[in-house]
């Protein structure tokens, strides 16, 4: 079964229906696309063109999609925390960076 990224909260769903197991999954189109426009909603265009360490972040997030699922939460947790440890470092490029990547996370999380 897939589905739309932006409709439902992906992060370890799954349907139970008679018995049957089914994992809810997406294409990595779909889950670059959906980080993309994230980025775009939460103002953080700017600075992953001007922050050469954040956007490669991005780019760890997004590979998130070839880790085996089980491993997916503490691989985030590990990129999070990475993003975490370097958020003084983007207020020279955005001064509310450190917000705006805070709610990204936290949207990432869900």
């Known amino acids: ?9 992906l992060t370890n769903l799954i349907l139970i229906h008679t018995r049957i197991l089914f994992q ?5 189109f779909h889950w670059n696309r959906n980080l993309d426009n994230n980025i775009t909603a939460k103002h953080l265009t700017g600075l992953r063109e001007a922050s ?8 760890l997030l997004k590979s998130l999609a070839y880790v085996p699922p089980e491993d997916v939460p503490q691989a985030f947790k590990e990129l ?22 805070k709610a990204f996370l936290k949207y990432m999380q869900m």
Not at 24 to 28: H, K, L, Q, T, V
Not at 52 to 59: G, T
Not at 88 to 97: G, I, P
């Open 24 to 28: 809810i999954s997406g294409c990595n």
């Open 80 to 101: 999070a925390t990475k993003i975490a440890v370097k958020l003084d470092d983007f207020t020279l490029v955005d001064a509310e960076a450190p917000d705006k990547i």
């Open 52 to 59: 050469p360490a954040f956007a490669h972040q991005i780019k």
């Open 1 to 9: 079964m897939a589905a739309d990224f932006k409709k439902i909260k």
